[in-house]
RNA sequence: UGAGGCGUAGCCAAGUGGUAAGGCAUCGGUCUUUGGAUCCGACAUUCCCUGGUUCGAAUCCAGGCGCCUCAGCCA
């Protein structure tokens, strides 16, 4: 019995797992492992970034290692606090936990000059005056070597000199780089005597002005792993050809810790853009109220649409880690939202488009307090009162004059149930001039109290209602993807592609009592439409809800059918 | 056309010489006071292709084909 239990609760393995496995029984790191998760504070966290967050914070506490936060901030043209903020907040509110290990790679910015000097005396390293579009022509082709710079020859103590009076802001921007010396003939662009440091008189969000050049990531990142002590230096596939370049810095230096870079594929999502700087496009140019708007793939969009931690983690955990480039369908995401948020979520009657029930034998000014479940998933949520009386409103989706075959709601003659309350048959429908309907007439059975006849007669459909006299206003904005092409990301002009009723705001909804006062981030789910949450923007007197996902509609697909 | 990677179902993904796990999606059916959820069932004679080795190949070998990454003083 015990055995099942094992093999039930055996973590699935990967590579990256295995390669951490071997190097334990090796002793490699002293069976240490560290990892990290470094992102550059240039944007807000996305979908993708929780696949990287989950992979390095889950990889430290399955082997009782560490993982540190690091921003990658060396590039002081693009970043900012509030980036580092959001995205403090965000891998918080994703449910890990970086103790005291927060750094920036700012902090090592004395460091990682020392090393520079380091390379230079050690011949590796060297000023280049030659400008960008120089450097390129010398850098060649993929298929022809580059040729050695003019200055590549420079003496050591020269070089110094040069670096010195680089760092001391002599210089203008791109007039000068220092350069790694390696081979201008090797296969690997990469390794045509990379930039190491560019001058840049820039504002640095954490150091000010006390810097103009600064460091290129390839030099940056391996050097502060191994000032970490990071065993395990995890990031995504197009970085694999970065990895001799990795090494090289930390072979020539000598350095004591020396990381090991893995690569593994990055998530893509059908119908989701995950690039950066489409994302900044789209707030930038207001396509999006911010980065929390919630058709964003940002995790602070998630959040607010109602999608739940967990469910994020366990989508990480489904989708796997692996080399091969892949997009992973978006309906997975969806159901791991669902799944949790149908096991959770408090059950709750709301109506989108209105339309009066006028229960025509039953007295007038009479209320009744009914018991309705809260979630039949959740045997401990318990009741609630709901308040029922001569006058409700349904969705005037749930009615139809001439049904169709396979509609089994409401139309006249036909008996459905009012959930937790009683059985109702239409009796009459009244119209405008233009002949809409304004209001459905019916009778109930007295004898099916909390929805349920004693003789055992049953009904197909059931509907939910809101009571007229006491139900809550509400706008309802429902959020569809946000673009249609299902891989946004080879699109040239991806704006094209922003679907334009991917937003559809719903006002005049009406919510059964129990939604008055609904915090932000109070996820429901609406019988029978939906998963709703409670918007940051609402207030006392105006109670706005985000859709979160709608149900599976299998009616939907009836009625496509036929 | 250089180098480095990667090809297992519609989408992910296990599998590492012993006869193709699992999840999503889809399609049936059951149940239901949500047309949701639940439950039950179906879903790769074959692993990019072609040869070879072997009693036996998705796994090993050879040769093809396809896709991705790299020519920033971005990360």
Not at 224 to 236: F, L, V
Not at 278 to 302: A, F
Request: glycine content about 6%; some cysteine.
């Amino acid at each position: 019995m015990s055995e099942t239990l094992e093999i039930k609760e055996t973590k699935s393995s990967d590579f990256i797992r295995e390669i951490i496995d071997n190097d334990n029984e090796t002793g490699k790191h002293a069976g240490r492992v560290a990892t990290r998760f470094p992102p550059e504070p240039n944007g807000y966290l996305h979908i993708g970034h929780a696949k990287s967050i989950c992979l390095n914070f889950g990889i430290a506490k399955q082997y009782g290692g560490t993982c540190n936060l690091r921003f990658d901030d060396t590039n002081p043209c693009k970043e900012d606090t509030e980036y580092v903020d959001s995205i403090m907040s965000d891998v918080r509110w994703l449910g890990f936990d970086w103790q005291d290990r927060m750094y920036y790679a700012s902090d090592y910015f004395e460091k990682l000059y020392n090393y520079a000097v380091e390379l230079i005396k050690l011949g590796k390293a060297y000023v280049c005056d030659l400008n960008a579009e120089q450097i390129r022509e010398y850098r060649g082709t993929l298929t022809e070597p580059g040729k050695n710079s003019p200055y590549r020859d420079r003496s050591v103590e020269e070089n110094l000199d040069l670096f010195q009076r680089m760092r001391n802001g002599e210089f203008p921007d791109g007039t000068r780089v220092l350069r790694a010396k390696i081979d201008m003939a090797s296969s690997n662009m990469n390794m045509r005597d990379p930039a190491v440091y560019r001058i840049r008189h820039a504002h640095h969000h954490r150091t000010g002005d006390k810097w103009c050049i600064y460091p290129m990531y390839d030099f940056a990142h391996c050097l502060s792993d191994s000032i970490e002590a990071i065993t395990h230096s995890i990031c995504t596939l197009e970085f694999e050809i970065h990895r001799p370049l990795y090494d090289w810095y930390l072979d020539v230096l000598k350095v004591k810790d020396h990381p090991q870079q893995i690569e593994f594929a990055r998530l893509n999502l059908t119908y989701t853009v995950m690039s950066k700087r489409k994302l900044l496009q789209l707030v930038t140019e207001k396509h999006v109220t911010g980065w929390d708007d919630p058709r964003m793939p940002t995790i602070s969009g998630m959040r607010r649409r109602g999608y739940t931690s967990e469910a994020i983690r366990k989508f990480c955990e489904l989708i796997g880690v692996a080399k091969a480039d892949s997009t992973v369908d978006v309906s997975l995401l969806e159901h791991c939202i669902r799944e949790d948020l149908n096991r959770r979520s408090q059950r709750v009657m709301g109506v989108l488009r209105p339309i009066k029930l006028v229960i025509d034998n039953y007295p007038e000014g009479k209320t009744e307090e009914l018991d309705a479940i809260n979630n039949p998933e959740d045997s401990d949520a318990g009741y609630r009162k709901v308040t029922f009386s001569r006058e409700l409103y349904i969705d005037s989706e749930d009615f139809m004059e001439e049904p169709p075959k396979g509609f089994y709601r409401m139309s006249p003659g036909k008996e459905v149930r009012l959930k937790a309350a009683y059985y109702v048959t239409c009796t009459d429908v009244v119209k405008d001039g233009q002949d809409n309907i304004t209001e459905i007439h019916c009778t109930y059975d007295p004898e099916t109290k909390g929805g349920t006849s004693n003789d055992g007669r049953k009904v197909k459909g059931t509907l939910h209602w809101v009571n007229a006299s006491d139900c809550i206003d509400a706008e309802v904005r429902l959020y569809g993807p946000l673009f249609k092409s299902v891989n946004p990301s080879a699109v040239e002009d991806f704006l094209t592609d922003i679907n334009p009723c991917s937003l559809q705001v719903l006002k005049n909804c009406k919510l059964e009592k129990s939604m008055a006062g609904g915090q932000a981030g109070y996820t429901v789910q609406f019988e029978r439409l939906g998963y709703f949450c409670v918007d940051q923007d609402s207030s006392d007197d105006k109670l706005v809800m985000n859709r979160t996902l709608p149900l599976k509609d299998t009616w939907a697909k009836v009625s496509q059918k036929s």
